[in-house]
């Protein structure tokens, strides 16, 4: 679990599960993602990051907001996957409900994460990535001090040649 000031990061459990399904299938979310999720596609993310939890020891965690227990999205770091040819690396990643938007959660979520992945667990580098159309997170990028690296751009496997996701931004931030 990492506390924040105003928020906890900590594994998903199955408690969870009805409030992950709401945001994965939160359409203003889903606009960022390539889609909104349904259950079925939410339940199997989760049973993703579990998983990746239980491996690894860390992963994509629940961000609630203590003030009234709200899960209000998910912040976490967690290995690059196999078919995304990025080789062995982390990333950090964040979505959270839009009426959480604009309140620096992201920003305090992500800085907890990155924190953790490099004092706790001595990651050399972590990456995040997003559509080149998505302004707001290069923002966060930004804000917890990621550099964007162009060299490491890419257009992402999982979207169609002419989807207008597929372009996507590398940004990169060492210890």
Wanted: aromatic share 8%.
């Amino acid at each position: 679990m990492i506390a924040t000031d105003r928020l906890v990061l900590r594994p998903a459990v199955d408690a969870d599960r009805d409030a992950i399904a709401a945001l994965n299938a939160h359409p203003r979310v889903g606009e960022w993602l390539g889609g909104v999720r349904d259950r079925a596609e939410s339940d199997a993310f989760v049973d993703r990051v579990q998983a990746h939890q239980a491996e690894h020891g860390f992963g994509f965690w629940v961000v609630e907001r203590p003030a009234d227990a709200r899960v209000v999205g998910m912040t976490g770091i967690w290995w690059v996957p196999e078919e995304m040819a990025m080789g062995r690396i982390v990333e950090i990643g964040w979505r959270f409900l839009p009426d959480a938007w604009g309140q620096g959660y992201a920003t305090e979520a992500a800085k907890g994460a990155l924190a953790h992945g490099f004092e706790a667990l001595g990651l050399p580098e972590i990456i995040a990535f997003t559509a080149r159309a998505n302004l707001a997170s290069q923002s966060v990028m930004r804000r917890i001090g990621m550099s964007h690296d162009p060299t490491r751009d890419f257009d992402h496997p999982g979207l169609a040649e002419d989807h207008p996701l597929r372009p996507h931004v590398v940004y990169v931030a060492r210890p």
